[in-house]
């Protein structure tokens, strides 16, 4: 039953991380200028670093507490979504890496990667 229990977590992690996507605006990507994407791949890659030298690896579950972190200490913070800030750009970083590895719900997974 234990493996049940990682299935879940790991569909809970996806679909957090479906939400933040939605959250931060990355369907707005291909419009992001190329300063933008930069900055945007500087904070994806401090959070792989981060992420892979603490052991965790990038898989959805050690990426979506890595942005729930985040996401809670800003929001005690004032932080609301749709700020032009260092917490979206290290939020949106978090959503690059999460579709470079596939660790986000895809479309194609339909409700199954949802519940």
Known sequence: MNWL??????SIAQRELVLLSALIGVDAAPRWTPGRLAEIDQHAAAVRDI???DGHGLGPIALADYARGVEDVAREGGW????????SLRLAGVCLLAMAGGAMASIADGDAALS
């Open 5 to 10: 229990a990682a299935r879940r977590r790991r």
């Open 51 to 53: 992420l892979v030298l």
């Open 80 to 87: 609301r979504p749709g700020a032009d800030d260092w917490v």
